[in-house]
């Protein structure tokens, strides 16, 4: 049963911190995105991948935000420096060829004090 | 901007009863999605739906796409505890894989 990974699952900061967030997607999808989720702000989409390039980051932070995708398995979500209100549960979700579905992973639930 | 809501926010229904979510958008969309996401879950994918007045239905779950594609319903018939959680309606204006996620509705199911 194939399945979006990600990695760590919790993550407790510091205010000031680094924090890098990592995603194994699915084999053979070729599409990747990145979602932030907070119960005021609901599912927000940060950026997305197609065949490992940036289409859109434009829901994203740019002074302290940044993604890519080094390999095709493998995409990463960095906060530097991260902040109290950079706390949420981030989602990683992948999508097959040809398809607009999206295959979430489990999140990475991010706390910084 | 783009806005896409959702109505109502909370749902409590006997089990058995029927259960409907609306979903809103402020401009035209190329297509919508559904999800549901369970509490403590991850948004899990249900069905797209792409033309004017679509009908799709998925066992006792039925889903709709306004004339205009600006609305879309989620209509869940007698509800079971295992229909617990959080609807999500996803909207694409453009054909791109740029989706705005609905407010979402969580819906209790009491047994």
């Known amino acids: 049963d194939a399945r979006v990974t990600q990695t760590p699952r919790h993550k407790v900061t510091e205010m000031g911190q680094e924090v890098t967030m990592r995603c194994q997607p699915i084999l053979g999808h070729n599409t990747v995105f990145w979602y932030r989720q907070t119960m005021m702000q609901g599912l927000e989409l940060l950026a997305y991948f197609r065949n490992r390039a940036p289409l859109d980051d434009s829901g994203m932070p740019k002074d302290r935000f940044s993604a890519e995708m080094p390999d095709a398995t493998l995409a990463t979500l960095k906060i530097q420096p991260s902040e109290p209100r950079d706390s949420a549960v981030y989602f990683c979700?992948?999508?097959?060829?040809?398809?607009?579905?999206?295959?979430f992973g489990p999140g990475t639930r991010l706390t910084v004090t | 901007g783009q806005q896409v809501m959702q109505i109502p926010q909370y749902q409590h229904v006997q089990e058995g009863e029927d259960f409907t979510t609306y979903c809103n958008s402020s401009?035209?969309?190329?297509?919508i999605q559904w999800y549901k996401q369970r509490p403590g879950g991850h948004p899990v994918f249900l069905i797209q739906?792409?033309?004017?007045?679509e009908v799709k239905k998925q066992k006792r779950l039925t889903f709709q796409f306004g004339e205009a594609k600006k609305n879309s319903s989620l209509h869940i018939t007698a509800t079971q505890t295992t229909d617990v959680g959080t609807y999500f309606c996803?909207?694409?204006?453009?054909?791109?894989?740029?989706?705005?996620f609905g407010t979402g509705t969580r819906l209790k199911v009491l047994a």
């Open positions: 979700a992948s999508g097959p060829r040809n398809s607009y579905e999206q295959y």
């Open positions: 996803a909207g694409s204006t453009s054909g791109t894989y740029k989706y705005i």
């Open positions: 401009t035209t969309l190329s297509n």
């Open positions: 739906l792409v033309k004017s007045g």
